[in-house]
């Protein structure tokens, strides 16, 4: 090492959440500029950057020192968490950080096994010790000092705060009993010059100190930053931190622009007096040497049986699930298949893994927890299906096993397994207790600050008003798949969506304020913001995990939690297993017992046959919403298209309905081709017998990856190992591995006596396809799900039903789509009832209860007690029902709801008299409740005074009106149940609307801007002023039959409109589309009160036509377009010629829904609704 060069020991990167904006690539690539032999990373309480920052210094030729700015206690064990002040209160100051909490200090690891200590201190302090931050004390210290280099930290550390507060010698005696704990040649005098009183106040002391003592010294830079021009972007991340501005004056900040990678001239300078601090630094970085143990294997061990090894056993639970799949006897090409993946299996040593992901699977099916039938490529293994591990036969549906674990490629196999929502946490539990809770920890993931957030985020902290950021944000390209342009590639030529971007340049370009927060944003985007949990990863290990990697304790739950990301984990040899949490399986098991509780047997659906004709129908009828998979508007169109009737084409509509097969149009083809509507043609004549059975089920079209694999075993004579190779190459597109790929595949074919044309045709299908075929392994394990999901809508509607409004109980939007559903299909939904209702929604006979845990204050405890006082017999009256309640449910606020939502219905009395009288039945109710719980029985003459609850009497009052009855249930249930003030105007409303607000709202495809029509109640009209215009304007909630949306009425179109807008009158509007990252509202440009007069004669449906346009095509799509919306609804055709009109009656009556009007619309013209 240089003499004259210098080491960065203290350096926080962006892993020092929204205080650290030094990302570790730009960081580690300017000290190598700068010539530095080494350069550290200690970020604040974690070691989160450790693995990210070792790899890239290593990349980088730089030596990475693996590091921590440590919170240590001051001077109490890390468990009290009571605050600790050294000084008077007219030092507090000066005094403990955090309030008293903690001090800092740096720690450095010097050998692998200090490193290792590091992680422990940093697991320990997160797990024991946390108290506002992460906390370590003397004792941690003590036990894990060995192979660590500490210094007395930043001006928080504990010697320079005493120092501060003018206690010499407690500080001097602090540092001689860390010198102590971590040794005399591994304790630094840490000196930091940013120029700072605090710096400077102690300096002298903590030389004169360190002198006494014989500490080295060893000089620092606060470095929270690359560049010195970094300092503005830092000073706005950390605005955003503290929710501050800028410009105010009171804001956490740093004083100077110094804390970036200085060189080691510039170092030198500033320790010019003390010339040995940045020597030091260089002995520092040569005694560092970290290495991570890369080539470690982690598989945690199933606990076999004495005398059985993993190997050993998984080959007994094959044999025994074989026995248990096939009771009538094994096929020949079942055993063959198992053999051979057995023996894969055990070559590539995997047979733990298989144990562990069976036994926690079969645990969950033996205690009622439903599991997936399977979930990625790992369908496509028998011996997974044998150990019940997936539910789907792979020989039977031509699913291949190397496409999840391939002989010639080795890696771990990884199965991802779908639970039931709600119980997923007892089968972590499970695991966890089995495997011990020190091996079992879920995965951390990082938050970073994407582009648009980053523009808002700017735009705040820069003084601006929300619409500069709401502006910038709009300007952007529209997200792709959930990914933003990134804000750098706005201006880059070379970025693929560089021509996207030429409004957002131009806006960046003519505005000057928009350019500052544009510049502010760069700085910004993709730092971390915050750390979370990984959905369903968990990492399980065969040694405590403290000994491999930082771990930490999440406080709000206490759930343990790795400090490094997944791809950190897997490079050091620990196993991740996915435990996913999967609504539909809920609903799923919430219909079985809806089934079982409604008709007194059970449904079993794993002995369902996959070719139920009702199932297909409902398929085929695009009846579809609330199907798994299949209840998308697009895609129930696509269906009755497609019309399935067999399992291979719900599999075929999962792997189609996506971006890359859409936008070739595979999905239409196949629909086409299955309806003979289009002729199948061979990718080429000489390969159309060799690959008919691979194509024939896909009507000649490549759909599946599995296809590719099996035609380049079939013509190229590649190993199904081999072909999964080719495949990936096609998928990554390297050319170079392309290239290798194409020279074997057309030799292969060649040898099999292929023609070159053939040879190049069919590559160049491969190759094009490859990039949209799908793992049928995944499509065909979720389609069973979605058969399944069909299946129990078809043949019991109202159980399935109940379970899917059970399931969207927490979103008023949703539940009014399914409860308009529900209408569709003649499924009556009733109030809830005291007497009947469980806290769920419940099927009852072939209608539907709304539960008692869907009414406003109306908590779980109270349900409990309501269905607990029931059990002996029912309520007969509402006073019966006041007096078998705890006392909790005699509350007056919950009664009143109950009685609003029509919970009391069936006892006899109005809604309007029993809101009338509850009050005082309540406070009687509980009077009786209390002399009961206290005793007082018998005669008593002050009680005479009191009036019982039962003397108060249900007068006899008529029903509120339907107008009022409605708004209490919506009120109390956040929907309209026992009717719709809409009913019956579903035609009239549909002909102006050009969307319903439910597909307005769940459709992708709507822009911002755009401009659509709707119609419906008005459930909420404000009247507002502008604080800073002054301007009047209004902002009203449109409802139709299953959603609603916010519509903004401003300036001009608010003086025209301010008349109509009448709470619960019905309006149409048309406006514009404006989406926000927190929704979509619309942006009124008209409105108008539709005619409703001559409703009751409305009976049937007219669709209007120009009878030019009636031409036999047209009316062959409509009649096919009738049929399939078939239902109870007559329809009429007027044909116009002229000024006359030709009226017709179709014989196709149909059911009315917002689907059939958006067809309508699509083939006869926007005014086709007479």
Request: net charge negative; with cysteine; glycine share 8%.
């Amino acid at each position: 090492m240089a003499a004259d060069s210098f080491v960065h020991l203290h350096v926080h990167s962006e892993y020092s959440m929204l205080d650290g904006a030094a990302r570790i690539g730009p960081m580690v690539q300017e000290a190598v500029k700068l010539g530095m032999p080494a350069i550290a990373v200690t970020d604040h309480g974690n070691t989160f950057a450790a693995y990210e920052f070792y790899k890239t210094a290593k990349d980088a030729g730089i030596k990475p020192i693996i590091g921590i700015e440590a919170y240590v206690t001051p001077g109490t064990h890390r468990s009290d968490k009571s605050r600790v002040r050294w000084g008077t209160p007219e030092q507090q100051s000066d005094d403990v950080s955090g309030s008293g909490a903690y001090t800092h200090m740096t720690l450095l690891s010097e050998t692998t096994e200090g490193m290792h200590n590091l992680f422990r201190l940093s697991s320990r302090s997160s797990m024991e010790g946390y108290y506002f931050k992460p906390r370590m004390d003397r004792e941690l210290l003590q036990t894990y000092s060995k192979g660590l280099i500490a210094t007395t930290g930043c001006p928080s550390g504990e010697v320079q705060t005493r120092l501060r507060l003018g206690q010499y010698d407690a500080a001097k005696a602090a540092a001689a009993e860390f010198q102590d704990i971590f040794g005399k040649d591994n304790y630094f005098a840490e000196i930091m010059d940013h120029g700072l009183s605090i710096e400077r106040r102690i300096m002298s002391d903590l030389l004169r100190i360190a002198k006494e003592l014989d500490i080295p010294l060893v000089g620092t830079n606060d470095l929270h930053y690359t560049h010195q021009h970094d300092a503005t972007s830092h000073a706005a991340l950390l605005c955003v931190q503290s929710g501050s501005t800028l410009d105010d004056p009171k804001r956490f900040k740093f004083d100077g622009d110094g804390y970036y990678v200085k060189s080691a001239a510039e170092m030198r300078q500033v320790f010019r007096d003390n010339p040995e601090a940045c020597d030091n630094t260089l002995l520092i970085a040569e005694r560092c040497e970290v290495e991570f143990n890369t080539s470690a294997n982690y598989m945690p061990r199933f606990p076999v049986p004495d005398g059985e090894t993993e190997d050993s056993w998984m080959i007994k639970e094959v044999e025994t699930g074989l026995h248990d799949r096939y009771p009538a006897g094994i096929p020949d090409e079942v055993r063959k298949q198992a053999e051979y993946e057995t023996g894969v299996i055990l070559q590539m040593g995997f047979p733990g893994y298989f144990l562990v992901v069976a036994d926690f699977i079969n645990w969950a099916k033996d205690h009622g927890i439903r599991v997936g039938p399977g979930r990625g490529s790992g369908a496509g293994s028998m011996v997974a299906y044998a150990m019940k591990i997936t539910d789907l036969d792979p020989l039977q549906h031509g699913l291949i096993f190397e496409r999840f674990l391939n002989p010639d490629r080795v890696s771990m196999p990884d199965f991802d397994v779908d639970f039931d929502d709600r119980r997923r946490g007892e089968v972590i539990q499970y695991v966890t207790e089995k495997y011990g809770d020190e091996r079992v920890a879920q995965i951390v993931t990082y938050g970073t600050i994407k582009a648009k957030q980053a523009l808002k985020d700017a735009g705040r902290v820069l003084g601006f008003p929300f619409s500069m950021g709401d502006k910038l944000t709009k300007a952007m390209p529209p997200a792709v798949m959930g990914k933003d342009m990134p804000l750098d590639g706005m201006f880059n030529p070379e970025h693929p969506r560089y021509k996207e971007a030429g409004e957002f340049r131009t806006l960046i370009e003519t505005d000057p304020e928009a350019k500052t927060v544009f510049d502010t944003a760069l700085g910004l985007e993709n730092l971390k913001r915050q750390w979370g949990v990984h959905a369903a990863g968990v990492i399980m290990s065969s040694e405590p995990l403290i000994d491999i990697i930082p771990i930490m304790r999440r406080e709000q739950d206490g759930q343990i939690v790795t400090q490094f990301d997944y791809p950190a984990c897997e490079s050091l040899g620990l196993i991740k297993m996915d435990f996913l949490g999967l609504r539909n399986l809920t609903i799923i098991n919430d219909a079985l017992d809806n089934i079982e509780a409604n008709r007194g047997h059970p449904l079993v659906l794993e002995d369902l046959a996959l070719d139920d004709a009702a199932s297909y129908e409902l398929l085929a009828r695009g009846d579809t919403l609330g199907v798994f998979q299949l209840d998308g508007g697009p895609m129930r169109s696509l269906l009755r298209l497609m019309r399935p009737d067999n399992f291979e084409d719900i599999s075929a509509v999962l792997a189609l309905y996506r971006p890359g097969p859409m936008g070739v149009n595979s999905h239409i083809n196949y629909a086409l081709r299955k309806n003979k509507q289009q002729e199948i043609e061979p990718i080429h004549p000489e390969l159309e017998e060799p690959l008919a059975d691979i194509l024939d089920t896909t009507y000649g079209l490549i759909v599946y990856q599995e296809q590719v694999m099996a035609v380049a075993q079939r013509v190229a004579g590649y190993t199904l190992g081999q072909a999964d190779l080719l495949r990936r190459a096609m998928g990554k597109k390297k050319k170079s591995e392309l290239d290798k790929q194409k020279e074997i595949f057309f030799g292969g074919m060649t040898e099999r006596g292929y023609g070159e044309v053939a040879q190049q045709t069919l590559w160049k299908v491969l190759e094009s396809f490859a990039d949209y075929a799908f793992n049928k392994a995944h499509t065909a394990a979720y389609g069973l799900v979605s058969y399944w999901t069909a299946y129990l809508k078809a043949h019991y509607p109202a159980e399935y039903m109940a379970a899917l409004l059970t399931s969207v109980g927490d979103s008023k939007d949703k539940m009014a789509v399914y409860l308009n559903e529900c209408r569709r299909m003649g499924i009556k939904v009733l109030p809830p009832d005291v007497n009947e209702s469980i806290r769920f929604f419940a099927a009852v006979g072939e209608d539907i209860r709304f539960g008692l845990g869907a009414v406003r204050n109306v908590g779980t405890n109270v349900v409990d007690g309501i269905v607990a006082a029931r059990q002996e017999a029912k309520y007969t009256s509402f006073h019966d029902f006041l007096s078998k309640v705890p006392l909790h449910v005699a509350n007056k606020r919950t009664v009143e709801s109950l009685i609003k939502a029509g919970a009391f219905d069936s006892l006899g009395s109005t809604r309007r008299a029993l809101v009338e009288i509850h009050e005082d039945a309540c406070e009687g109710a509980v009077l009786d409740k209390r002399r009961e719980a206290n005793g007082e029985v018998g005669f008593d003459f002050d009680s005479l005074w009191d009036e019982p609850q039962q003397s108060v009497k249900v007068p006899d009052r008529p029903e509120w009106t339907k107008k009022d009855k409605l708004a209490f249930e919506r009120e109390m249930l956040g929907l309209y149940v026992s009717d719709h003030p809409l009913a019956g105007l579903e035609v009239r409303l549909a002909k102006h609307a050009s969307t319903s607000i439910h597909d307005l709202l769940a459709s992708d495809d709507v822009q911002d801007g755009d401009q659509v029509t709707v119609a419906g109640l008005l459930t909420s009209v404000q009247h507002r002023v502008a604080k800073q215009s002054g301007n009047p304007y209004g902002m009203v909630t449109v409802e139709d039959f299953n959603g609603e949306v916010t519509v903004m009425f401003m300036g001009k179109t608010y003086a025209e409109f301010a008349p109509v807008l009448q709470a619960d009158s019905i309006l149409v509007v048309r406006g514009r589309v404006s989406r926000r990252d927190d929704g979509l509202n619309l942006h009124a440009q008209s409105a108008f009160a539709p005619d409703l007069e001559g409703l009751d004669a409305l009976s049937g449906l007219t669709l209007v036509v120009p009878e030019q346009r009636a031409n036999e095509t047209l009316v062959g799509e409509l009649a096919q377009m009738l049929r399939r919306h078939a239902g109870d609804t007559e329809v009429t055709l007027k044909l116009h010629k002229g000024g006359t009109a030709k009226v017709f009656e179709v014989p196709m009556p149909v059911r009315v829904t917002a689907d059939l009007f958006g067809e309508l619309k699509g083939l006869l013209g926007p005014n086709c609704l007479g």
